[in-house]
């Protein structure tokens, strides 16, 4: 073997520039069509054999190519989209190198067929050392790829079984399809059409896609919206945390049209969450990021997964404060569906005069209504025997009613059912008040501060030397939240003031997981950076437990809490904190029809 250097032959080099692009045949798959969608088309029809294993073929009706296009297209860099240093830092298009085609062709047996707009004859070329001949094929271009890693079976034998090689090509193509909604995808296997995707040009129609590539029910549990500023413009659909994945399934991201995968972005959104997803979780997302092409680097990697922002901070900042924004704003009546008022059984028939009832009461009137309402009498004290209670919320159906209604009931001393205009809602009241108490906390701390409140008795709690000497070391961390604390002695804290937001709690059970937290998370520093997690531990200690007994009047102001508290439909551990049963679901369980 000599060990002189010497230059590599033309089919070698493409080969090893085919071990970075070609992959498997989702990579394939991805580099075909990104140059279709450069080529402006607008359908884009895929049809592959054997997972793609035994045969790829793309077609598109865009711009085409000449006859003399064929053979460069199949040479190394050669490319029609970028001509110098400036179309390099500022690329708009999907692919750039010129080292595709050629990658593909070194490993596959390739054909590519094209007729350029206008033009009468298409032309078609198999291999790059072949010559154009004519062909019979419309607008557009066709390119099939037979016999994948034929002519290198080492790496032939790392491919999978047919089915899990064609479930990769077939996420990577649905992840195209979301990318470009002006474009319409077709893809078949083994002659199977699996997914048509028509062209989406308003929310609907892009809904509707969405649906049949991740499912209705992405759909029905996300809030869309749409920001701009500092020169960036986000849009898209974000998953409530309440449909939270068990893996990182169901996140899509695109910059500039381009899917990517960057930790930059992926800090920035799970930092949005942080506050209402539960440990363990994964938001589900489809998110579009719009900059100006020189804002960003796509020559970083060589399947272009990731990207490089040149203000980074500026773009995770602005992610994380949106989305952030989004998730704060998001309101009862975001998450309901939109269902009109149940009807009335045993109503009047239509056209029939309207019986005439007394004004509902008003929300200023619930005490007294809540009084009227609940003020029955049991079997056995003044009633009949069997007579069932009479429940009327106050206004329930009326069409100023809250979003969450007026509570009818609390269940075991855990729940808070209560009626709305779409049917029942059922309330978790510890998790509720738990999220309203945290909110409240992590507001007065970015305020003015949060104010405690003396006990009358303190609180002597016995825990070990370590303990002791972390607690004096973050006595001051503990008193911005409201914690007053001293030693006593070697193994004894003294707790002599508790938030005001927290009247009534156990204070050694508090203590006791604050310091479990100081434990976790050690310095000042670390603590501060993690305060979300301490207020937490804080707002558990300060919310109404389970299997206490609530008034009416109680329920129903924690209702109204809700309803004004930002992320209220998850507690800060990402549990719900309600859930909404239609009177249709209801009407299901009893084979009821309507």
């Known amino acids: 073997m000599t060990h002189r250097i010497h230059a590599l032959p033309s089919q070698l080099i493409n080969q090893i520039a085919a071990g970075e692009v070609v992959e498997r045949p989702a990579s394939v798959i991805k580099e075909l069509v990104e140059n279709s969608l ?170 509707r896609r969405i649906a049949d590539l991740l499912g209705q029910s992405f759909i029905d549990n996300s809030l869309r919206f749409e920001h701009q500023a500092a020169g960036l413009r986000l849009w898209g659909w974000i998953g409530l945390p309440a449909f939270s994945r068990s893996q990182a399934d169901m996140q899509h991201f695109f910059v500039n049209g381009r899917m990517v995968r960057d930790k930059l972005v992926t800090h920035a959104i799970r930092q949005a969450y942080q506050d209402v997803l539960y440990q363990g979780r994964h938001p589900a997302y489809v998110l579009y990021l719009e900059l100006a092409p020189q804002l960003v680097d796509v020559n970083v990697h060589p399947t272009k997964h990731e990207v490089r922002f040149r203000e980074g901070r500026l773009v995770h900042d602005y992610l994380f404060r949106t989305l952030h924004q989004v998730l704060a704003d998001a309101r009862p009546e975001d998450v309901l569906p939109e269902t009109p008022a149940p009807p009335v059984i045993g109503a009047p028939p239509a056209g029939a005069p309207a019986p005439q009832s007394a004004p509902l009461p008003r929300v200023n009137e619930q005490g007294a209504a809540y009084q009227s309402a609940f003020s029955w009498q049991m079997p056995g004290k003044g009633s009949s025997r069997g007579q069932a209670p009479v429940v009327r919320p106050p206004s329930a159906e009326d069409g100023n009613a809250p979003p969450l209604g007026y509570a009818v009931a609390q269940l075991h001393g855990v729940y808070i059912l209560a009626q709305n205009a779409a049917g029942l809602v059922v309330v978790d009241m510890h998790a509720a008040h738990e999220r309203i108490t945290y909110e409240r906390l992590k507001q007065s701390l970015e305020g003015q501060g949060i104010r405690s409140q003396p006990l009358l008795v303190p609180v002597s709690v016995k825990v070990s030397p370590r303990e002791v000497q972390l607690a004096m070391d973050n006595q001051e961390v503990l008193a911005e939240l409201g914690l007053e604390i001293d030693q006593l002695d070697r193994e004894t804290l003294v707790v002599r003031a508790l938030p005001t937001l927290l009247e009534g709690a156990d204070a050694e059970g508090l203590m006791r997981d604050l310091l479990a937290d100081l434990v976790t998370h050690g310095s000042s520093e670390r603590i501060r950076e993690a305060i979300n997690d301490v207020l937490s531990t804080v707002a558990c200690h300060g919310s109404v437990r389970a299997n206490r007994r609530l008034a009416v009047e109680e329920m129903n102001a924690l209702l109204r809490d809700i309803e004004s508290t930002e992320r209220s439909s998850q507690c800060n551990h990402g549990r719900p904190t309600w859930t909404q049963l239609a009177m249709a679901e209801l009407d299901k369980l009893f084979l009821r029809g309507r």
Not at 45 to 61: A, E, L, N, S, T
Not at 119 to 142: F, K, M, N, V, Y
């Open 38 to 207: 450069d080529a402006d088309a607008r359908l884009v029809d895929v049809d592959v054999v054997q997972g793609g294993i035994k045969r790829m073929r793309v077609r598109d009706d865009g711009l085409g190519m000449p006859k003399d296009d064929l053979a460069l297209a199949l040479s190394r860099h050669a490319t029609s989209k970028v001509a110098s240093l400036e179309d390099l830092e500022g690329i708009r298009s999907m692919g750039f190198r010129g080292e595709a085609l050629p990658s593909i062709a070194s490993v596959s047996r390739l054909v590519l067929t094209s007729r350029e707009r206008g033009a009468d004859q298409a032309w078609s070329l198999a291999g790059e050392d072949s010559a154009s001949i004519p062909a019979a094929h419309p607008e557009g271009t066709t390119v099939d790829v037979q016999d994948l890693f034929f002519n290198t079976p080492a790496r032939r034998k790392f491919l999978k079984t047919e089915k899990t090689e064609f479930r990769h090509l077939e996420q990577v193509l649905r992840r195209l399809a979301l990318a470009r909604f002006d474009v319409a995808f077709k893809l078949q296997h083994n002659g199977k059409p699996v997914f048509s995707a028509s062209r989406a040009e308003n929310v609907q129609e892009r809904e």
